[in-house]
């Protein structure tokens, strides 16, 4: 770290003010959970955020960053301060290290957009193109993994950072200074320092041909039945219809040639299909009948799809735009599941679904989404660390309906009894015990690590706190 990176001081005080004010409400994404602060602090540079963290009286704890709010859950939440991060927006990109170097305030569509015309990407492009990079860089945001062995999840792209800790130092790690405490922080929810800076290793472009089958769920369908040869797969499962839809992503050779205006017209029917078609309807129209329907409608449109030829597309136009401004919402739950538990977890799902909406009438409004994450140990809480895994990610648009949140209580003991992992910013109803039994000796030490580095709880809010 050199001086120039942070801001002049007098008697250890920055000259630049950390711009705050008295608390206000925020909300995430789609208004599943809310934030009280205190304080609310924008920090313009890194003295700022220096002091900001070392000022425990004007900044009370707990601190939590915030970028876009796009977290399913209220890992963001704070009664003390909350740090927002839009200020830190650089962006530098190194074509012959093959890394892009930003500002955690900086989100994914930002960084597709610098990379695309220089023909790069991210080695993982994931769905949620509003999350901000001082976010991914800590937590499981993922894509389904590309090749046998590929990435499924952002972090693990990451190859350096720099973060303020508990004690208000300045910390610089990267792969090549100490590995092993970048696998801790890659997966370190924001409880270990506030990041203000991301490396992530870069790559060529890939283009892809995608075409989609629809499968019975139930009996499950084996990997290798879904993939069909394909180098990558995405799942949208049914389990009221029994059935998945598959979509197939096939890598094209570096030579292959560019996607038509027709190829690109189908690619934005599949996105609309899914960000806004998806949950227009169903916000609108009375449940659970439009469900039912629209079950039946969308793999009629993606066989559709795939008749025509499906379409070819750049792996960065997986990345979507969900502008906060609109009136229809999705809310989702995630779940990891071995592949070695798929062909039991799968019917043990269907006959949850079929039950809960039989006691209560309730039923998930769109699908659950299936990623294939490749075996992945490059941060602590991995959610694939040993084996390859299948998510269930349940997808609803009755954001805060109290049977959603019923139903979830209930799906994380399924999930967790088929040794399923979560992600700490995206599971709902996270308890200390469902915790322990998912993550076992990986959470353990990942608890040591925290308490040891702020014992006086700096970061710690009432959401992790319940979990400690």
Partial sequence: MTNADVSPTINGRPLSTPASEAGRTFRNWNGSDLSHPRVVVAPRNVGDLVAVVQDRDTYPSPLRAAGSFHSMNACFETTGTQVLTKAFDNLTVDLPGRTVTVGGGVNLLQIRNALRPLGMQLEVTPEIGNATAGSVCCCGTKDSSLGQTGLGQVSSSVCAMKLVNAGGEIEVVSEESDLERLRTLRSSYGLLGIVYEVTFRIQPARLLRYEYAVLPLD????????????????????????????ERRFRLAENASPPSGFSRAKRRFRDILWESGASFFPTLLPPNWWFDTQDRLLQIQLRILTAMGGFRAHRWDSTVNFKPDRSDWVDFTFWAVPVSRWAEFTPAVRKFCEAFRHETGFRMSIMAEVYALARDQHSLLSPSPNEDMLTMDVVVTRTNHPLWAEFNKRFNRLAADFGGRPLLNQTKHPTRSLVRQTLGSDWEKFLAIREREDPDGRFLNDFFGAMV
Avoid: C, S
Avoid at 221 to 246: C, H, K, S, W
């Fill in 219 to 246: 009996p499950a369908p084996t990997v290798e039945r879904m993939r069909a040869g394909a180098d990558a797969i995405l799942g949208f499962a049914q389990p009221y219809a029994n059935r998945i839809i598959v």
